[in-house]
T-cell receptor
Framework: DTGVSQDPRHKITKRGQNVTFRCDPISEHNRLYWYRQTLGQGPEFLTYFQNEAQLEKSRLLSDRFSAERPKGSFSTLEIQRTEQGDSAMYLC??????????????FGPGTRLTVL | QKEVEQNSGPLSVPEGAIASLNCTYSDRVSQSFFWYRQYSGKSPELIMSIYSNGDKEDGRFTAQLNKASQYVSLLIRDSQPSDSATYLCAVDYMKTSYDKVIFGPGTSLSVIP
């Protein structure tokens, strides 16, 4: 399978715990995005990498959220001290072998986080 | 005004009818427009992209773009029950240092057999 993969697919945690999600993009893509989606809403932009550089981070992303893409390949999203409001689907997407950052984005299956 | 707006629906159409989905956007300099389909519990998948004013057809799907009116639509001809899903409009957003894509809230479509 050469699509975008995410791990885990589901995560249940208790409030206050830390969680980490992983995304493996399509191998030749140099851009990687993280989104959060809650029921009845479209994907909400969280952050964006071009290769290993994190070029933009949403104002919605509190200091409890951090993302890395250390070698320009896979990425991790960590949430520290989780809160019930963090419960959502976390989507990763990748795109682009060229200059345009608005090339088609291909989404992974998502990680569904439930904070109890 | 939100960057990308869509009617939340649900929009119900009978099988075989034309479904019309609408989207408006606020950034006048947007150049790239996308329609994604999302089945319940699944991730979004691209249906069509459109960059120029006018119509773009792909099978049963037609995207229409009017940049002057800041309006983009998706028509689905001969609607099938398998088309029942949420349709997300996405628009590139140029008002930050690095352009990115903003998604609308989606329109839920139900095709009734």
């Amino acid at each position: 399978d050469t699509g975008v993969s995410q791990d885990p697919r589901h995560k249940i945690t208790k409030r206050g715990q830390n969680v980490t999600f992983r995304c493996d993009p399509i191998s030749e893509h140099n851009r990687l995005y993280w989104y959060r989606q809650t029921l009845g809403q479209g994907p909400e932009f969280l952050t964006y990498f071009q290769n290993e550089a994190q070029l933009e981070k949403s104002r919605l992303l509190s200091d409890r959220f951090s993302a890395e893409r250390p070698k320009g390949s896979f990425s991790t999203l960590e949430i520290q001290r989780t809160e019930q409001g963090d419960s959502a689907m976390y989507l990763c997407a990748s795109s682009g072998i060229g200059w345009s950052s608005t090339d088609t984005q291909y989404f992974g299956p998502g990680t569904r986080l439930t904070v109890l | 005004q939100k960057e990308v707006e869509q009617n939340s629906g649900p929009l119900s159409v009978p099988e075989g009818a034309i479904a019309s989905l609408n989207c408006t956007y606020s950034d006048r300099v947007s150049q790239s427009f996308f329609w994604y389909r999302q089945y319940s519990g699944k991730s979004p998948e691209l249906i069509m992209s459109i960059y120029s004013n006018g119509d773009k057809e792909d099978g049963r799907f037609t995207a229409q773009l009017n940049k002057a009116s800041q309006y983009v639509s998706l028509l689905i001809r001969d609607s099938q029950p398998s088309d029942s899903a949420t349709y997300l409009c996405a628009v590139d957003y140029m008002k930050t240092s690095y352009d990115k894509v903003i998604f609308g809230p989606g329109t839920s479509l139900s095709v009734i057999p």
